[in-house]
């Protein structure tokens, strides 16, 4: 009997694969450890050997501020209303920041990996995941910046506020469904390497990160909001300094954030299973 049951532990089934299988999350979670490890990793690999440390997540997003008010706020002269164009970039600018340097540590996240994925077996979505998890710590401790700028400017805390997780959580979604895309497609085609900067320029300037979303005419606005940066910045921007919140600039890209999370899953998952043979 007790063969009867040594024999049974040995047995393996093999299932073939299902045409739109998606992630498996229970796997994910009995790798959570490895997961912990390489998001720590990379926190600690970010600023290694440099002078100023963590002081860059600060002085990056500053600069790129500093830059804006001089050129649009200062020289074309951008209408903000009665919000002062620091102010109103500097809410914009801090989660830019953040998504543009996530999605593009995202999309090359397994070429860079690969001699790990040639060594050992894990679920590859921990890959793309990581770098967005770990540019998380930029974002915190970029948000002093973004609090000092609000202390400045005397602005006053809203019931607005009360949104803030549902618009961390939707910036952090955003480059994890951009990412698995991306990272999927550069392990085939690395022209998606050189093609980031293009796409990291064009999505800036498709966003209301340097000009306000009203600028926009009435018969674009639908298809302009199905940019999902657009309803990041736009709910940053109603939290942060109060006003309605403008739904309807951030439920259109929301859906496309699912739409992409879903089938990027999918096809990620498809991937994953040649990802060995063709990196």
Sequence with gaps: ?????????????ITPPRKWESIDFHEVQRYRDLFFFLVWR???????????GFSWAVLNPAIQLIIFTVVFGRIAQIDTGDTPYSLFAAVAVIPWTYISASMTASSQS???SSGIIGKVYFPRIILPVTPVLSKLVDFLISVVLLVGILVFYGVKPSLNLLYLPFFVLYMVLVPISVGLWLSSLAIRFRDVRFAMSFIISMLMYSAPIVYAANAIP???RLAYSFNPIVGVIEGYRAVLL????????????????VFLLATGSVYFRRMERVVVDVI
Excluded: H, N, R
């Design 1 to 13: 009997m007790a063969d009867d049951f040594a024999a049974q532990d040995l047995v393996t089934t």
């Design 42 to 52: 990379d926190i600690k690999a970010i600023y290694a050997q440099t002078i100023l």
């Design 110 to 112: 397994l070429v860079s």
């Design 218 to 220: 009435d018969d674009y």
């Design 242 to 257: 109060g006003g309605a919140i403008p739904w309807e600039y951030i439920w259109p890209g929301a859906l496309v954030t």
